[in-house]
Nanobody, 124 residues
Framework: QVQLVESGGGLVQAGTSLRLSCAASGRTFRGYDMGWFRQAPGKEREFVAAISWSGGSTYYADSVKGRFTISRDNAKNTVYLQMNSLKPEDTADYYC?????????????????WGQGTQVTVSS
């Protein structure tokens, strides 16, 4: 089992950057592909980015491609989401999760062990 704790959210202006962190506990962290999702008020949770266990493969939602970068440091049991050129539509609670279904990348059904989330608010 993996326990996840997100941090790094906050209130920022459009066009600026934030880096989210997801700290994992458990020796098996490095065996999991990991993902970031977000959920805006009144909307469903949506996929943002994912990274393979080795960090060698990454995947992004079209809405964040070119602006966000997912990375991981297995020695620190941490996954990061670097968010640049933030837009008001990026405002949401951001969650990290461990991927447990090999064939599912961009759907919440492929993930387990969710963190509690960190709030990101982007003002215009």
């Amino acid at each position: 089992q993996v326990q996840l704790v997100e941090s790094g959210g906050g209130l920022v202006q459009a066009g600026t950057s934030l880096r989210l962190s997801c700290a994992a506990s458990g020796r098996t962290f490095r065996g999991y592909d990991m993902g970031w999702f977000r959920q805006a008020p009144g909307k469903e949770r949506e996929f943002v980015a994912a990274i393979s266990w080795s960090g060698g493969s990454t995947y992004y939602a079209d809405s964040v491609k070119g602006r966000f970068t997912i990375s991981r440091d297995n020695a620190k049991n941490t996954v990061y989401l670097q968010m640049n050129s933030l837009k008001p539509e990026d405002t949401a609670d951001y969650y990290c999760a461990a991927k447990v279904v090999t064939t599912i990348v961009a759907d919440t059904r492929g993930y387990a062990y969710w963190g509690q989330g960190t709030q990101v608010t982007v003002s215009s």
